[in-house]
């Protein structure tokens, strides 16, 4: 029920978006109003408002199930694992990240919840693959992989990684709300 709802909603979105589109489009018949929407579409670009790709990098992070690894049941891979490698793929110069398509942007949660990690408030299984993309230098990102999975990860999981000359992610899914605050005006 919940599922069909958010897929009625995510559609009307794309619809409402396009109208918007159309109308940017009819707007931008002057100089001025160009530069506007070249701006505006940056901002999006760097808010993680629009779909992107690029070259970058694709980790894959499968839970180990044999008889000589820790149940992984008992022992999943947890938030604060994932956050450190989202963070050092950042610092070696991630541009745009997601995990599991869902995109992460300065608002962005990833916490445990009960036996799942949720990140901006969907869920993803702890016991199933985790696919982790992230575009940037791919030789840089490639290069930094050998020392940012933490040594737990790579005891319980199985981590592999490759390299593309295009990686796609797709736009942030959650709102981006703000109530408090509020722009300085300098003087």
């Given at each position: ?13 794309e ?18 109003n ?13 808010a ?20 000589f ?58 016991q ?15 290069g ?6 933490p ?5 319980i999981?199985?981590?592999t990684s490759e ?23 300098e003087?």
């Open positions: 029920q919940l599922k069909k709802q958010k897929e009625e909603l995510e559609k009307a979105v619809e409402l978006e396009v109208k918007a589109a159309e109308y940017e489009k009819e707007a931008t018949e002057d100089t001025k160009q530069r506007l929407l070249e701006e505006l579409n940056n901002t999006r670009l760097r993680g408002l629009t779909n992107v790709e690029g070259p970058g990098i694709t980790i894959y992070i499968d839970p180990k199930t044999s008889l690894t820790p149940q992984v049941e008992d022992d999943p891979i947890q938030d604060y694992e994932l956050l450190y490698i989202v963070n050092e793929l950042y610092a070696a110069g991630a541009e745009a990240v997601s995990i599991n398509d869902i995109r992460l942007i300065g608002n962005s949660s990833i916490r445990i919840a009960g036996n799942s990690i949720r990140i901006n408030g969907e869920r993803i299984s702890q199933e693959r985790i696919v982790i993309k992230a575009i940037g230098n791919k030789t840089i990102l490639e930094a992989m050998g020392w940012f999975i040594n737990r990860v790579k005891r999981c199985e981590v390299t593309k000359d295009n990686i796609k992610i797709k736009k942030a899914s959650i709102p981006v709300n703000y109530e408090h605050i509020k722009e300085v005006q003087n």
